[in-house]
């Protein structure tokens, strides 16, 4: 049963720094099977996909974020993480981890699994 855990939200003034954790179970990151990333959704919107791996790689990051977020793993621990520095008020949301069998090119709000989420706030 694919599980996934997203921690590290917290309040941060805008320029500040968190970096997300999700740690990941019923599957093995070095298998590549699933696509692996990260979607938002800020109070009273709908879900935007942040980011995005496969395979090892980074897919892509929305424009809004990029030079700002980085994407990464641990596969000894099958732990997703995302660095998110410069932080802007917009980036306020509940962040949520995802995993897709379906590769980066599905959207990964549509991903299969998800988890909980952790909410980031950003004061200006």
């Known amino acids: 049963d694919v599980q996934l855990q997203a921690s590290g939200g917290g309040l941060v003034q805008a320029g500040g720094s968190l970096r997300l954790s999700c740690a990941a179970s019923?599957?093995?990151?070095?298998?590549?099977?699933?696509?692996i990333g990260w979607f938002r959704q800020a109070p009273g919107r709908g879900r935007e996909g942040v980011s995005c791996?496969?395979?090892?790689?980074?897919?892509y990051y929305i424009d809004s974020v990029k030079g700002r977020f980085t994407i990464s793993t641990d596969s000894a621990k099958d732990t997703l993480y995302l660095q998110m520095d410069n932080l802007k008020p917009e980036d306020t949301a509940l962040y949520h981890c995802?995993?897709?069998?379906?590769?980066?090119?599905?959207?990964?709000?549509?991903?299969?699994?998800w988890g909980q989420g952790t909410l980031v706030t950003v004061s200006s």
């Open positions: 995802a995993a897709t069998v379906w590769g980066c090119d599905i959207d990964i709000t549509r991903a299969g699994y």
């Open positions: 791996m496969s395979s090892g790689v980074t897919r």
């Open positions: 019923g599957f093995t990151f070095d298998d590549h099977d699933y696509a």
